[in-house]
C-alpha cells in the first residue's frame, strides 16, 4: 500500500492529474485519522469539525505546486505541518486574549497524554516549535511528525531523511525542551 501511494504520489508529482484521482481514496482515511488525532487534543466543543480540517487541509495539499512528493511519509509530514497550521490559525481567531486567556497548560508530556476532553493551548505549542525551530529545525520537525502527524521513528526518519537513532535522540532532546519551555 505504502509504495503504491508513493508511486502514484511520483506520477502526480509529474504533471498526470488522474494520478490525483487514483490517490484520494488511498490516502482519505489516513487523513482522517491524521485530523482526529489533531482536534481530540483540542477543547470541548472545537468549532472545527474533522470533515472540514480533512478539506481544508487537502484543498491545500492539492493546490502545493512544484512539490516532489517522495514517498507517503513525506505526503502525510506535509499534511501534518498543514493541518498544524490551520489550527493555530483557527486558534488565534478564536482566541483574542493573549496567550493563555481561559486555556489550561500543558507540558508536552502531558498533552501526549492527553484525555479527550483536555483543552491543549496549541498556540502555546506552536509558539514553543517555532522557538525551536530556530534553535534547531530538525527537532522542531520531528516533534511535528511525531505529536501532531502520529509517525512513528521510523516513519520520520525517512520523512526527514536521517536514521532513526537520530530520530529518538531529537525526540528525547526537543521534549526535553519543549517541557521547560511550555511547563515554564
Do not use: C
Not at 146 to 152: D, K, V, W
Amino acid at each position: 500500500m505504502s509504495d503504491n501511494i508513493t508511486h502514484i504520489l511520483k506520477e502526480w508529482s509529474d504533471g498526470d492529474r488522474q494520478a490525483l484521482d487514483r490517490l484520494t481514496p488511498l490516502v482519505y482515511e489516513e487523513l482522517r485519522h491524521q485530523a482526529a488525532r489533531y482536534l481530540r487534543r483540542e477543547r470541548p466543543g472545537h468549532t472545527l469539525q474533522t470533515t472540514a480540517l480533512i478539506n481544508e487541509a487537502y484543498l491545500r495539499l492539492i493546490d502545493a505546486k512544484d512539490v516532489q512528493w517522495q514517498s507517503r511519509a513525506h505526503f502525510f509530514a506535509i499534511a501534518a505541518n498543514l493541518m498544524r497550521r490551520i489550527l493555530v490559525d483557527h486558534a488565534r481567531r478564536r482566541d483574542v486574549e493573549k496567550r493563555g486567556g481561559s486555556q489550561i497548560r500543558l507540558t508536552l508530556d502531558e498533552a501526549l497524554a492527553i484525555a479527550p476532553e483536555t483543552d491543549v493551548d496549541v498556540l502555546a505549542i506552536d509558539e514553543a516549535l517555532n522557538r525551536l525551530a530556530n534553535l534547531d529545525p530538525q527537532q522542531a520537525r520531528v516533534v511535528e511528525l511525531r505529536f501532531f502527524s502520529g509517525l512513528n521513528v521510523e516513519e520520520t526518519a525517512t520523512a526527514l531523511g536521517v536514521s532513526p537513532k537520530t530520530v529518538k535522540r531529537d525526540w528525547s532532546v526537543a521534549r526535553a525542551w519543549l517541557r521547560r519551555e511550555i511547563g515554564g
